[in-house]
């Protein structure tokens, strides 16, 4: 199924969107990756879901990606005798080991981890930002706080640190369980929640290895400060603004949004934008004109990929949802304007072999004006070097491994095809110029480009450029080197 527009939709599903019927609405409608909230699914839920999808999927014949979501450490404040308390701004808060119910004065921490991280100085945020402390002093059983931003705080709310860089890992028990049952599914992609730094990316791969594709959510400070190492160390990222904007001040997310998404692309690692896209959708079937521009914003950028929460998850209005975001996606890349936007940020290719060849192939089809890029991959690597140069025609990933199929499925600009790998070199161009032309790729007398490894088959080694012409029954009449 032919998309008509190169940035990916990635939908949650959730409670109004689990349905067999309801799936197979969304997908039609445009999404192209799904995402399983471990947070609030069951292990049997989940399994559920992914039999759903992969259902879809078959019918289709073509490759849906699967993202499992991890929920990463959550930490809470205990419990006030009254419920709930207010904070005055100035006045002096203690959080402690003291399991005695809470006053407007302390109240119970149960998080050994946030006493041996916390220093003076250092900034804690209740409640996703409602309340601010400015810790005063701290030891291994008390952290007394003077109240920065008060209001009312209830029991067992969140409590984040933005300046504090916790000695933990980035899996919980939960996590691990979440984790080994989603790789026993055969989930696509793994989302990574409380990153603090590419350490935190390498334990999670020791533990997957090659079964799952690693999607780091950036959300704390520390990982940005680490942003280049978390980065490199990780499959994709995503810019998760809605934790950013918690634990960081607000006004602060845009400009990093884009040095984010702009790290990722020369680094040629997917990157997906989430959180609030399309947030009135959840009631309303319009969305906002600041949304309408807030997902363009993500488009013109050239992100790889736009998520949708709980729109998608909980919403009254799911289907669209998905075709309002289609909508404005199309619309932006055809704005006369979205190539000087898209190619204003340079990705320079990394010195070696397989990155000059991405980037020839790419000047090549601008230069004779083909009408696609055909690569053959095993691994997926080969689709995102070109991919990372953003190309202005089709990119189409012809694999034998399905689960590379299915991973380049949230790849920007890529069509992500299941076949088997040629016999010869002559083969493998009758192939890519039959498959193009029955897509709707190329018309006749249309060129293209392919790229591959030779030998044929060999993972990680593209060294070779073709141009091929198709004739009207899509078959090469013409072909160079």
Not at 43 to 71: M, S, W
Not at 196 to 211: F, K, N, S, Y
Not at 219 to 225: L, M
Not at 340 to 365: N, R
Request: hydrophobic share 45%.
């Amino acid at each position: 199924m032919r998309r008509n527009r190169r940035v990916k939709i990635l939908a949650t599903l959730g409670p109004a969107s689990s349905s067999p019927e309801m799936v197979e609405r969304l997908f039609l409608a445009g999404v192209d990756v799904f995402r399983i909230n471990m947070s609030h699914s069951t292990h049997e839920g989940a399994k559920t879901l992914y039999n759903t999808v992969r259902a879809c999927a078959a019918r289709h014949r073509h490759p849906i990606g699967i993202l499992a979501d991890l929920q990463g450490p959550k930490f809470r404040i205990g419990e006030f005798a009254a419920g709930r308390v207010t904070l005055a701004p100035k006045s002096i808060f203690t959080l402690d080991c003291d399991e005695t119910l809470g006053t407007a004065e302390r109240v119970f921490l149960p998080h050994q981890q946030i006493f041996d991280g916390v220093a003076a100085g250092h900034n804690l945020v209740l409640d996703d930002g409602k309340l601010r402390l400015r810790v005063l002093e701290a030891s291994n059983v008390r952290i007394v706080t003077e109240v920065v931003a008060g209001g009312i705080l209830a029991s067992r709310k969140g409590i984040s640190m933005p300046d504090t860089l916790l000695p933990i890992s980035p899996l919980t028990e939960k996590d691990k369980a979440d984790l080994s049952h989603a790789l026993k599914l055969g989930v696509d992609w793994v989302a990574l929640s409380f990153v603090q730094r590419a350490e935190d990316v390498h334990e999670v791969r020791r533990l997957i290895g090659t079964r799952a594709a690693i999607l780091s959510k950036i959300e704390k400070p520390s990982a940005v400060t680490d942003l280049d190492n978390v980065v490199a160390a990780s499959d994709g990222i995503m810019v998760a603004r809605g934790d950013l904007g918690v634990e960081m001040p607000v006004e602060k997310v845009p400009g990093l949004q884009k040095r984010i998404t702009r790290t990722a692309r020369a680094a040629g690692k997917p990157v997906v934008i989430a959180t609030q896209m399309l947030e009135s959708m959840i009631s309303s079937p319009m969305p906002t004109r600041a949304e309408v521009s807030d997902v363009a914003t993500a488009v013109f950028d050239g992100a790889d990929a736009i998520m949708l929460s709980a729109e998608s998850a909980v919403g009254q209005y799911p289907v669209e949802a998905i075709q309002t975001m289609d909508h404005i996606a199309t619309e932006v890349e055809h704005d006369p304007i979205y190539e000087a936007i898209l190619y204003a940020t340079k990705t320079e290719p990394q010195p070696t072999g397989a990155d000059a060849i991405a980037q020839a192939a790419s000047a090549i089809a601008d230069t004779v004006r083909l009408g696609a890029i055909v690569c053959y991959t095993a691994t997926g690597s080969t689709v995102l070097r070109v991919t990372r140069e953003r190309p202005g025609i089709p990119v189409i990933g012809l694999t034998p491994v399905e689960a590379t199929a299915r991973r380049l499925s949230l790849v920007w600009g890529v069509q992500s095809i299941l076949t088997g790998d040629p016999e010869n070199l002559s083969h493998m161009v009758r192939k890519a110029c039959r498959i193009a032309f029955e897509e709707g790729l190329v018309k006749p007398r249309d060129g293209l480009i392919i790229t591959a490894g030779v030998p044929l088959g060999s993972p990680g080694a593209t060294n070779m450029i073709r141009i091929a012409f198709v004739d009207d029954s899509g078959a090469p009449i013409a072909e160079e080197v």
